[in-house]
């Protein structure tokens, strides 16, 4: 889950022109929007790059597809946020570049982002860890999408605090 969430973090940090700043802290609400609006994406990404190395029965092989599509549901309700989140990661840069994207319509600027996260996904994860996500991303399938999104900042949070994993992209407030 944290890698999901850097993933979701790196793809605006990755984008021509979007200055780096010091690592933000995200709200929990900010946190949990950004990963709710990025879980579909990430979960397209994560099924091209699995699906040629599990076995037929596979989640990912059997429902990947059908659980993005559910989870993308609430993209739309997500967006605000995660568009806060996804800005706040990517700096508070003040040349062409970092304006162009603010001044982006919000349906070009998400279709965006859903292809740099489903492309840094599907590029990113080494294969032989496929089996093991299958198996995490078949667990958390019966959840709704809210309460996935909630459980990754939750363990980023948790996680973040215990000094044990540690991003120069973003860090969670404390409330």
């Known amino acids: 889950m944290r890698n999901l969430a850097i993933l979701c973090a790196a793809a605006l940090a990755t984008l021509p022109g979007v200055a780096q700043a010091a690592a933000p802290c995200l709200t929990p609400a900010e946190a949990s929007s950004l990963a709710a609006y990025a879980l579909p994406a990430a979960i397209s990404g994560t099924t091209k790059r699995c699906a040629p190395t599990l076995s037929p029965t596979a989640f990912l092989r059997r429902g990947g597809a059908e659980l993005a599509n559910r989870y993308g549901a609430r993209k739309a309700q997500n967006w605000p946020m995660a568009k806060t989140a996804f800005f706040k990661i990517g700096g508070a840069g003040k040349d062409q570049s970092s304006e162009l994207l603010r001044q982006l319509p919000d349906p070009s600027l998400q279709q965006m ?31 709704p999408a809210q309460n996935t999104a909630d459980l990754i900042a939750v363990v980023l949070g948790l996680a973040g605090k215990s000094g044990k994993a540690q991003t120069d992209k973003f860090s969670i407030c404390k409330a």
């Open 113 to 143: 982002l859903d292809a740099i996260i489903e492309g840094m996904v599907a590029q990113e994860i080494p294969t032989e860890k496929c089996g093991d996500i299958d198996r995490i991303v078949g667990l958390l399938a019966p959840l």
